[in-house]
Nanobody
Framework: QLQASGGGLVQSGGSLRLSCQASGFNLEFYAIAWFRQAPGKEREFVAAISRSGGSTYYADSVKTRFTISRDNAKNTVSLTMNTLKPEDTAVYYC???????????????????WGQGTQVTVSS
């Protein structure tokens, strides 16, 4: 089970740190990603990280502002979001899939396990 947390209401230009905690399985063997879904829009890729954290990949819209990281000892993955914009407003989901070292995946169909989502609202 994946549990996403850390969302909230923040002003434009602010920061938030989302966390994804795994229980019942060892995240060390999984590639992880964050996706987001705004009202009326499809779920979209945000960032992904490989098993060891050595490979990361970002959507162009967040590349210079967001950082994905992981702590396998704590079974958690984080998404640090800086310089937030109103268009970042969405429900953010973490997702996991068993993977070989170094692999990252960017589409929803690649992932087997999903967290419940955490709401991020950025006011202008």
């Amino acid at each position: 089970q994946l549990q996403a947390s850390g969302g909230g209401l923040v002003q434009s230009g602010g920061s938030l740190r989302l966390s994804c905690q795994a229980s019942g399985f060892n995240l060390e063997f999984y590639a992880i990603a964050w996706f987001r879904q705004a009202p009326g829009k499809e779920r979209e890729f945000v960032a992904a990280i490989s098993r060891s954290g050595g490979s990361t990949y970002y959507a162009d819209s967040v590349k210079t502002r967001f950082t994905i990281s992981r702590d396998n000892a704590k079974n958690t993955v984080s998404l640090t979001m800086n310089t937030l914009k109103p268009e970042d407003t969405a429900v953010y989901y973490c997702a996991a899939v068993p993977a070989v070292q170094g692999s990252v995946f960017t589409t929803t169909t690649d992932y087997d396990d999903w967290g419940q989502g955490t709401q991020v609202t950025v006011s202008s």
